[in-house]
């Protein structure tokens, strides 16, 4: 069995700051991996799991001047949410934030 593996390319990103796509960043797509253990007992067994998709920042923004420490944490913030936001979202859904047990 042989997968084609996806090739890491050079796009480029919106800058957080000013909105322009003037920020290159190396875009490393998600992919499959397998890991192997093998032991006497149990012969070999192959795991696969697949990797998360990763951005790499290469350059500063050419439009508004951020060096590239700035948008990458500026990028990383902005992907994790606060977890109090998430409950808020979770109560204006209409679902429940506690699981709650009856004992009769």
Do not use: H, N, W
Not at 25 to 35: E, G, K, V
């Amino acid at each position: 069995m042989t997968y084609e593996l996806k090739k890491p390319e050079v796009i480029k990103v919106e800058c957080p700051f000013c909105g322009k796509k003037a920020v290159k960043a190396i875009y490393y797509p998600s992919m499959l991996q397998a890991s192997s253990s093998q032991s006497a007992a149990a012969g070999r067994k192959i795991k696969y799991y697949r990797t998360k998709e990763k951005y790499e920042i290469v350059s500063g923004c050419s439009a508004c001047g951020k060096s590239e420490k700035e948008i990458q944490k500026a990028l990383k913030k902005r992907s994790v949410k606060d977890y109090t936001k998430r409950i808020e979202e979770l109560r204006k859904a209409g679902l429940p934030t506690e699981i709650t047990m009856r004992v009769e």
